[in-house]
């Protein structure tokens, strides 16, 4: 028996994008986050008027949203970057926009058709900013080492039930290594969970105070499996998902572009 595994059962539920509408709800949360909450600089309400945040790298990328089910309310949503399958080759975003430490990483060694980027992982505030929980103590620089994400709530944070979704569609696309670009306060939270992921760069400007990471995903979850059980068991549904495939399949791309345009 897992009790975090009941909790999020009973209080969250992690919706795959294929739909137009779905995809629409996942913009405007962005938006809501971005532009009306003003999370990060540089999202400005008034460049989308459509009241949707968006932008090129939605053509291939792979979508979720977090339902709050005692409300039914949207509260989260992320999305993979995907390679490209028109344009194999195309930077991630974490490649164009940080500058990458050739001692920790090497692009030209990564295998690009099983990379992914996590990207506009977001939650509404009034969901993500809890006063005794680790995410407000972070920003207000309170130490956090000895904090048991399991003592306060019966679920620990709504980011790891976006965690779920993200290795989800990991496993889906044959996705086993990720990138991102983060503030590191985010990746400190993740660890909670057994779920950072590796700097490779130094802190940038990019929307603010951000870093680049790395994470080969296949040790990541082993490494959980040992040292975090229980959350382990929860983002892999008891080892039935991780990816496990040594082959892409392009066809498997659940948001091609026809799907955006129906939005656009």
Not at 9 to 28: K, M, T
Request: charged letters at 25%; a neutral charge.
């Amino acid at each position: 028996m897992n009790d975090v595994v009941d909790a999020f059962n009973e209080y969250f539920e992690v919706i795959d994008v294929r739909s137009p509408e779905l995809l629409r709800q996942a913009f405007h949360l962005r938006y809501r986050v971005y532009c009306v909450e003003q999370r990060a600089p540089g999202f400005e309400a008034s460049k989308y008027p459509t009241e949707m945040e968006s932008d090129c790298y939605d053509h291939h990328s792979s979508h979720m949203l977090l339902r709050h089910r005692p409300s039914g309310e949207f509260v989260g949503t992320a999305r993979l970057i995907l390679p490209d399958p028109l344009e194999p080759k195309k930077p991630f975003p974490t490649e164009q926009h940080t500058r990458l430490d050739p001692a920790l990483i090497d692009m030209s060694k990564v295998s690009r058709q099983h990379t992914g980027e996590i990207s506009r992982l977001v939650v509404i505030r009034r969901f993500a900013r809890r006063r005794d929980e680790p995410l407000h103590a972070l920003e207000k620089g309170v130490n956090i080492e000895n904090w048991n994400p399991t003592n306060k709530r019966r679920f620990p944070h709504p980011l790891l039930a976006l965690a779920v979704g993200i290795i989800r569609m990991s496993a889906e696309h044959n996705i086993t290594h990720w990138l991102s670009v983060m503030e590191p306060s985010l990746n400190r939270l993740l660890s909670l969970y057994g779920l950072q992921l590796d700097p490779v760069g130094p802190i940038i400007e990019h929307h603010g105070q951000r870093r680049p990471y790395y994470v080969n995903l296949i040790k990541m979850l082993d490494r959980m499996s040992k040292d975090y059980h229980q959350f382990w068991e929860l983002v892999t549904d008891y080892g039935k998902v991780r990816p496990v495939s040594n082959e892409y399949t392009q066809g498997s791309v659940s948001n091609p572009e026809h799907f955006l345009e129906a939005v656009e």
